[in-house]
């Protein structure tokens, strides 16, 4: 007898594999440097499940690929007390709700509210900043949308982020009142974490820091078990007249944003020469508060940068938090020098992308889609920066002022940021009493699950899981309970209605459906049975799923067929829309129950044979394209039977319709992937611009990178005319700079030729 593998391998592993195969929540944890990013993002694209990404703020969103909590859940900016009544009132600027007064914030519209209550799988990112009054308030409103009273409306929740930073901000007049109802102001503290604690599960091995000394300073920093011997280490590093600004590479971290400010201002201002003023490209819905970096960049030769993001391409020039020194600027370019490195490289722009989520219908797949970009240099002065604004940022030096730390965790956060001790400086010694985390958190760290807890865990919450999903999948009463709704209204139409007329067609189809809700209830308590902890017998399982699938699916889909084949036929008629529009809400429902047969087969088949349960293993183009394929049929069928019909109006409505032959969703593409798909295709790079709504020198810098890592040819871009001038004029080398060479090749040759040529030569 087969039985589900539950054997634990790495904690990312194990943590990809429990959210595929359970619906527990999860708090995924981990020191600084550990892959937490690195594995959420490798979630996003590899899970089965309907998923959103959400944060609690704009940037952390931003970089996380999702929303923020406050837009995805459309609720306003006020403190939650999780009771019913009236808020109490205690000032204009602060504000409270209640249960019953967020309520009547519930005015999403159709299309929002289908989401939630398709949505599987909710992402909570940079969690150690969601105070428990807003998580609360998050799961009060998915029980209330999705109609379902268990924690979080039934939606699986997986919490990402490391408590040892950024806490949650609470004013002073909202503590009053919150510390009625919360022992605390973290997520761990809201109400529906003791109803339902997440699984704990901590990222261990350290990716950023190899040094033992450093790593067992950073473990008892974290775990306020920091010892004077650990003080001492520290503290021969330093250096109290140690000026950053005069040693290559160093960034000084501080704990508040003026300070850094004033540090990056006045080692600007004291470089020679005139300032160079780079402006972001903003397209469509892009908002101020998410900008990831000030619109305007104002740099000098000499500045010493540092980069925001990783390097996208093979050559992983840099990373976040790489520092480098500017050697060159122009209006359409930036070089930069790794001085250890001896190396200068021109910096590409970056396409940030600002997403919102949406369901597709005919699949019912929630998917990203990109309402605005912001495109830019990913640069920022680094002179200094905050403590806050370094989280995820890695620096090889780095000076400390940890003399007014003003949150518990900021020395943690800040010395971890860096590589190792060597390229530590401290601004003045530190002391015991500065370094504490806070003691809620430490304590709750204690809940971390160890092997034995995690292999049951993973054991108890497949089979909970199977059990849950596979009876919700033969449960299909309130679809058949909706079509009878209907019943009555053709028995009453009026003779010469449409209804009317087609009243034996419709009592067949009602017939066809009844007759599978005594065996569906049947099969639904066959299952619980199948599926009990300690008793789970996979090939049982799968037999008995293959045996009723082909039953019910027999039964189903010739119902679906019609209702197609009555809709498209009604499209040659007048005075039909209502009719049309009922008959169109029960495909839907009838598409969405066998869609779920047949998504919950896969689930089946792919346990069954040892696979994992992934996006790629559990869609496929044959359930996502279900819908258009069947159309199509239908279609055919009718051409076949009334070859004069003519055309036939699809009554697909558009949030339905969709190309006839859509590609696999596939994990997200880089940005050069998506200009390289469109200019594979022939469009041109005016076109490729138009439809990713980017200027045509961002396309072009896209092409230029094609070149440079051999997707593309030059000739390719340019015609052979244009190169011939540009070998002309420059040869195989370019010396210099881009702003000479574009001199020496003149008008004949755009600055956008000219990078591209540019970057041939770098293959």
Request: charged share 30%; aromatic share 8%; glycine share 4%.
């Given at each position: 007898?087969?039985?589900?593998?539950?054997?634990?391998?790495?904690?990312?592993?194990?943590?990809?594999?429990?959210?595929?195969?359970?619906?527990?929540?999860?708090?995924?944890?981990?020191?600084?440097?550990?892959?937490?990013?690195?594995?959420?993002?490798?979630?996003?694209?590899?899970?089965?499940?309907?998923?959103?990404?959400?944060?609690?703020?704009?940037?952390?969103?931003?970089?996380?690929?999702?929303?923020?909590?406050?837009?995805?859940?459309?609720?306003?900016?006020?403190?939650?007390?999780?009771?019913?009544?009236?808020?109490?009132?205690?000032?204009?600027?602060?504000?409270?709700?209640?249960?019953?007064?967020?309520?009547?914030?519930?005015?999403?519209?159709?299309?929002?509210?289908?989401?939630?209550?398709?949505?599987?799988?909710?992402?909570?990112?940079?969690?150690?900043?969601?105070?428990?009054?807003?998580?609360?308030?998050?799961?009060?409103?998915?029980?209330?949308?999705?109609?379902?009273?268990?924690?979080?409306?039934?939606?699986?929740?997986?919490?990402?982020?490391?408590?040892?930073?950024?806490?949650?901000?609470?004013?002073?007049?909202?503590?009053?009142?919150?510390?009625?109802?919360?022992?605390?102001?973290?997520?761990?503290?809201?109400?529906?974490?003791?109803?339902?604690?997440?699984?704990?599960?901590?990222?261990?091995?350290?990716?950023?820091?190899?040094?033992?000394?450093?790593?067992?300073?950073?473990?008892?920093?974290?775990?306020?078990?920091?010892?004077?011997?650990?003080?001492?280490?520290?503290?021969?590093?330093?250096?109290?007249?140690?000026?950053?600004?005069?040693?290559?590479?160093?960034?000084?971290?501080?704990?508040?944003?003026?300070?850094?400010?004033?540090?990056?201002?006045?080692?600007?201002?004291?470089?020679?020469?005139?300032?160079?003023?780079?402006?972001?490209?903003?397209?469509?819905?892009?908002?101020?508060?998410?900008?990831?970096?000030?619109?305007?960049?104002?740099?000098?030769?000499?500045?010493?940068?540092?980069?925001?993001?990783?390097?996208?391409?093979?050559e992983k020039r840099y990373y976040n938090g790489k520092i480098g020194r500017v050697t060159a600027l122009y209006?359409?370019?930036?070089?930069?020098?790794?001085?250890?490195?001896?190396?200068?490289?021109?910096?590409?722009?970056?396409?940030?992308?600002?997403?919102?989520?949406?369901?597709?219908?005919?699949?019912?797949?929630?998917?990203?889609?990109?309402?605005?970009?912001?495109?830019?240099?990913?640069?920022?002065?680094?002179?200094?920066?905050?403590?806050?604004?370094?989280?995820?940022?890695?620096?090889?030096?780095?000076?400390?002022?940890?003399?007014?730390?003003?949150?518990?965790?900021?020395?943690?956060?800040?010395?971890?940021?860096?590589?190792?001790?060597?390229?530590?400086?401290?601004?003045?010694?530190?002391?015991?009493?500065?370094?504490?985390?806070?003691?809620?958190?430490?304590?709750?760290?204690?809940?971390?699950?160890?092997?034995?807890?995690?292999?049951?865990?993973?054991?108890?919450?497949?089979?909970?899981?199977?059990?849950?999903?596979?009876?919700?999948?033969?449960?299909?009463?309130?679809?058949?309970?909706?079509?009878?709704?209907?019943?009555?209204?053709?028995?009453?139409?009026?003779?010469?209605?449409?209804?009317?007329?087609?009243?034996?067609?419709?009592?067949?189809?009602?017939?066809?459906?009844?007759?599978?809700?005594?065996?569906?209830?049947?099969?639904?308590?066959?299952?619980?049975?199948?599926?009990?902890?300690?008793?789970?017998?996979?090939?049982?399982?799968?037999?008995?799923?293959?045996?009723?699938?082909?039953?019910?699916?027999?039964?189903?889909?010739?119902?679906?067929?019609?209702?197609?084949?009555?809709?498209?036929?009604?499209?040659?008629?007048?005075?039909?829309?209502?009719?049309?529009?009922?008959?169109?809400?029960?495909?839907?429902?009838?598409?969405?129950?066998?869609?779920?047969?047949?998504?919950?087969?896969?689930?089946?088949?792919?346990?069954?044979?040892?696979?994992?349960?992934?996006?790629?293993?559990?869609?496929?183009?044959?359930?996502?394209?279900?819908?258009?394929?069947?159309?199509?049929?239908?279609?055919?069928?009718?051409?076949?039977?009334?070859?004069?019909?003519?055309?036939?109006?699809?009554?697909?409505?558009?949030?339905?319709?969709?190309?006839?032959?859509?590609?696999?969703?596939?994990?997200?593409?880089?940005?050069?992937?998506?200009?390289?798909?469109?200019?594979?295709?022939?469009?041109?790079?005016?076109?490729?611009?138009?439809?990713?709504?980017?200027?045509?020198?961002?396309?072009?810098?896209?092409?230029?990178?094609?070149?440079?890592?051999?997707?593309?040819?030059?000739?390719?871009?340019?015609?052979?005319?244009?190169?011939?001038?540009?070998?002309?004029?420059?040869?195989?080398?370019?010396?210099?700079?881009?702003?000479?060479?574009?001199?020496?090749?003149?008008?004949?040759?755009?600055?956008?030729?000219?990078?591209?040529?540019?970057?041939?030569?770098?293959?």
């Amino acid at each position: 007898m087969k039985q589900i593998t539950t054997d634990i391998q790495s904690p990312a592993d194990f943590t990809e594999r429990f959210i595929n195969q359970t619906n527990h929540p999860v708090f995924l944890t981990g020191k600084a440097g550990t892959g937490k990013t690195t594995l959420l993002k490798k979630i996003i694209d590899s899970t089965h499940k309907n998923t959103v990404v959400v944060a609690p703020t704009g940037i952390a969103a931003l970089n996380a690929g999702g929303v923020t909590i406050h837009s995805f859940f459309q609720m306003p900016f006020a403190a939650f007390i999780p009771e019913l009544g009236q808020p109490p009132f205690v000032g204009q600027r602060t504000q409270f709700n209640t249960k019953t007064t967020l309520q009547q914030h519930f005015n999403m519209n159709k299309k929002k509210r289908s989401i939630f209550l398709k949505l599987e799988l909710l992402i909570i990112d940079e969690v150690s900043m969601l105070r428990s009054d807003l998580l609360d308030a998050m799961d009060f409103m998915l029980r209330k949308i999705r109609r379902n009273d268990t924690p979080y409306g039934g939606v699986q929740v997986l919490f990402i982020g490391d408590l040892m930073q950024l806490p949650p901000i609470v004013k002073r007049e909202e503590k009053a009142e919150l510390d009625k109802y919360y022992k605390g102001s973290f997520f761990f503290h809201a109400k529906v974490i003791q109803e339902y604690p997440p699984l704990y599960i901590e990222l261990e091995k350290i990716y950023r820091q190899n040094d033992p000394d450093f790593i067992e300073v950073l473990n008892n920093l974290r775990n306020n078990h920091i010892s004077p011997e650990n003080v001492e280490l520290l503290n021969q590093y330093v250096k109290p007249n140690f000026d950053a600004t005069e040693h290559e590479g160093f960034i000084t971290l501080t704990t508040h944003n003026a300070k850094a400010d004033e540090i990056n201002d006045k080692a600007l201002r004291a470089l020679p020469g005139k300032t160079t003023k780079y402006d972001a490209v903003v397209t469509k819905k892009f908002p101020e508060y998410i900008y990831p970096i000030p619109k305007t960049m104002e740099l000098k030769v000499g500045a010493q940068v540092m980069f925001i993001k990783n390097d996208m391409s093979h050559e992983k020039r840099y990373y976040n938090g790489k520092i480098g020194r500017v050697t060159a600027l122009y209006p359409d370019e930036i070089k930069v020098l790794f001085p250890d490195e001896n190396l200068t490289i021109s910096v590409e722009q970056y396409e940030w992308e600002n997403v919102k989520f949406s369901l597709d219908p005919k699949s019912g797949e929630i998917k990203e889609e990109v309402v605005g970009t912001f495109v830019h240099f990913p640069l920022k002065l680094a002179w200094a920066i905050t403590v806050h604004k370094s989280q995820g940022l890695t620096f090889e030096k780095a000076v400390l002022d940890l003399s007014k730390v003003f949150a518990p965790g900021q020395a943690y956060v800040g010395l971890s940021r860096l590589v190792s001790l060597k390229g530590l400086v401290l601004t003045s010694p530190i002391q015991l009493n500065g370094l504490r985390n806070d003691q809620h958190v430490v304590n709750y760290a204690k809940n971390k699950a160890d092997r034995d807890l995690l292999s049951r865990k993973l054991e108890l919450g497949t089979i909970t899981y199977l059990q849950n999903r596979l009876t919700k999948t033969f449960n299909w009463d309130a679809m058949v309970s909706r079509w009878l709704s209907l019943e009555a209204a053709h028995k009453t139409a009026g003779p010469r209605s449409e209804m009317a007329k087609n009243k034996v067609w419709f009592e067949e189809q009602i017939n066809a459906l009844m007759g599978t809700l005594e065996p569906s209830k049947k099969f639904r308590s066959q299952l619980i049975r199948i599926c009990q902890p300690d008793n789970l017998d996979i090939d049982l399982l799968y037999e008995r799923y293959e045996a009723a699938y082909n039953y019910f699916i027999k039964i189903l889909e010739p119902v679906f067929r019609s209702n197609i084949k009555k809709l498209l036929l009604l499209g040659k008629k007048s005075n039909v829309k209502q009719y049309v529009e009922d008959l169109g809400e029960l495909d839907d429902l009838l598409t969405e129950t066998i869609l779920e047969l047949k998504k919950s087969r896969k689930l089946i088949q792919n346990l069954y044979n040892g696979k994992e349960l992934s996006k790629e293993n559990v869609w496929d183009d044959q359930i996502r394209n279900f819908k258009i394929a069947k159309v199509q049929v239908v279609k055919n069928e009718i051409m076949r039977e009334n070859p004069m019909i003519g055309e036939l109006q699809d009554f697909v409505s558009e949030k339905t319709a969709a190309k006839k032959k859509e590609k696999s969703k596939k994990p997200k593409v880089s940005t050069f992937e998506k200009t390289l798909e469109l200019f594979e295709k022939g469009n041109t790079v005016q076109e490729i611009a138009d439809a990713r709504v980017l200027k045509e020198e961002t396309i072009y810098n896209h092409l230029g990178r094609l070149i440079k890592d051999e997707k593309i040819e030059l000739d390719e871009v340019l015609d052979q005319e244009k190169i011939a001038i540009l070998k002309d004029k420059l040869g195989d080398e370019i010396e210099g700079s881009l702003t000479e060479a574009k001199a020496a090749v003149g008008k004949a040759i755009t600055w956008n030729e000219l990078k591209v040529y540019h970057n041939s030569l770098l293959k």
